[in-house]
């Protein structure tokens, strides 16, 4: 069973301030989902890798295939970043166990 | 653009009634999965279509739940006999195949509660 385990599990910040969450996982995957859960309970996938870095205006992504672990950044933080941020992995092998889950980071940016 | 649509948006049943939550997935998407969301908990995996292949049911709780997909497209998440265990919220996504290659677009969930 593959365990997907994030930190922080809570962080608060202050506007402006450049955020990490960490991701790390067990076992082997195909690909590392990093997953944006508003208040309101809407999921927005906000990254999708296998590989590298990528990065998507404020937000950067990079996964570390050897060492089994992924960050997502948030540079220049703003308070409608504040969301619960998921990471997810799905297995190697395809689809066909859908995604597993972290618990999420709940991220807080003040003004 | 239509992105993927569920109904009801909220539920509330009483143990022992049985429920059917709908999902109509992003047009052309051949992959559908259902995920449920516990109060206090992380999200889980509960089954997974592609095409019309036989889905992937390893992540239903019980012999309770079972889902359909009719026509390639609507999906059904049914719970007979609901618990209380079972209010959470579920959540449908739908990918254009799949591939662990392939970005899920979630719904914006179903809300059960059982009381």
């Known amino acids: 069973k593959n365990e997907v385990e994030q930190s922080p599990q809570n962080l608060t910040a202050q506007e402006g301030e450049f955020i990490t969450i960490n991701c790390s996982y067990s076992?082997?995957?195909?690909?590392l989902h990093w997953l944006q859960q508003h208040p309101g309970g809407g999921i927005v996938s906000l990254f999708m890798?296998?590989?590298g870095k990528k990065k998507h205006g404020r937000l950067i992504a990079t996964i570390n295939i050897q060492e089994k672990h992924s960050s997502l950044h948030i540079t220049a933080s703003h308070p409608r970043d504040s969301a619960v941020y998921i990471c997810?992995?799905?297995?190697?092998?395809?689809?066909?166990?859908?995604?597993?889950f972290g618990k999420g980071t709940h991220l807080i940016i003040q003004p | 653009g239509a992105g993927v649509s569920q109904s009801p948006s909220n539920k509330v049943t009483e143990k022992g009634k049985d429920v059917e939550l709908r999902c109509d997935p992003i047009s052309g998407h051949t992959a559908l999965y259902w995920y449920r969301q516990s109060l206090g908990q992380g999200l889980e995996f509960l089954i997974y279509?592609?095409?019309?292949?036989?889905?992937?049911k390893s992540g239903l709780p019980s012999d309770r739940f079972s889902a359909e997909r009719t026509g390639g497209s609507v999906s059904t998440l049914t719970i007979q006999r609901t618990q209380q265990e079972d209010s959470a919220v579920y959540l449908c996504a739908s990918s254009l195949r799949g591939s662990s290659y392939n970005e899920q677009f979630f719904g914006p969930g179903t809300r059960l509660t059982v009381l």
């Open positions: 997810a992995v799905m297995h190697l092998g395809g689809g066909a166990d859908g995604l597993t």
């Open positions: 076992v082997g995957i195909s690909a």
């Open positions: 279509f592609q095409g019309n292949s036989a889905p992937d």
């Open positions: 890798l296998s590989s």
